[in-house]
């Protein structure tokens, strides 16, 4: 499995939470990573993105200001850091990669090439 998410659970509103995903059997530096998220009865939504010169990042506008995307590319890692959460934040987090050339940016529909397999996040009292 290219990539594996950790760190879900479920925690009270105005709570915090830390994703990680963990890459292997591809070049890590050279990708960009994204979370998406796919709530209760909901579609696909994305939600950050850090380019693979780990600089630029895109937060949907649900989440900006709130989330904090970074990449350790030391450790293969992304993480996602979550803060005042809200109940609508509930979902199936995801994370994905997509390498060169990179034909859209930021949070377009981007041609990922790996998945991971998902971790629950519960925001409720």
């Known amino acids: 499995v290219p990539l594996v998410e950790s760190g879900g659970g479920l925690v009270q509103p105005g709570g915090s939470l830390k994703l990680s995903c963990a890459a292997s059997?591809?070049?890590?530096?050279?990708?960009?990573l994204s979370w998406l998220r796919q709530g209760p009865g909901k579609g696909r939504e994305r939600v950050s993105c850090?380019?693979?010169?780990?600089?630029?990042?895109t937060y949907a506008d649900s989440v900006k200001g709130r989330f904090t995307i970074f990449r350790d590319d030391a450790k293969n890692t992304v993480f996602l850091q979550m803060n005042s959460l809200k109940a609508e934040d509930t979902a199936v987090y995801y994370c994905?990669?997509?390498?060169?050339?990179?034909?859209?940016?930021?949070?377009?529909?981007?041609?990922?090439?790996?998945w991971g397999q998902g971790t629950q996040v519960t925001v409720s009292s």
């Open positions: 059997g591809f070049t890590f530096s050279n990708v960009a």
């Open positions: 850090v380019e693979n010169d780990g600089r630029r990042v």
């Open positions: 994905a990669a997509d390498g060169p050339p990179f034909i859209v940016g930021g949070l377009q529909p981007r041609a990922y090439e790996y």
